[in-house]
């Protein structure tokens, strides 16, 4: 799946986060803690818990930002090998040009 899904369980558990089956181990394992997506709203929270796999992931910043604001280090921690690659992954929903608002979604990893 190519765009960050939250898919509720109930109150008491954290949410289910799909995410590129490419990137899933790198994201439960700690390796990725940023992405990227093209959401005309939000779709997780600030402190909001996602499960990915079998590990939970809290959400610690949400900001929407233009496509062209995305770093070099950025793109490290999205596990992304460049720009391009990026701006494909990025792109599920629709075009995103350098001036694209998109969402800029830092995580970490709680147990």
Known sequence: MDRLEVLARGASEPDFVQCSRDLRERVADGTITLTVRLWSRPQVKVGGRYQV?????????????????????????????????MR??????????DDTLVYRIEFHLVD
């Not at 939970?56 to 921690?77: G, H, N, Q």
């Not at 494909?88 to 040009?97: C, D, L, N, Y």
């Open 53 to 85: 796999l079998s590990r939970t992931i809290e959400v610690d910043d949400v900001e929407p930002v233009p496509f062209s604001s995305i770093t070099r280090a950025d793109m490290k921690r999205a596990g992304e090998a460049g720009r391009e690659a």
């Open 88 to 97: 494909e992954r990025t792109a599920h929903a629709g075009p995103v040009h």
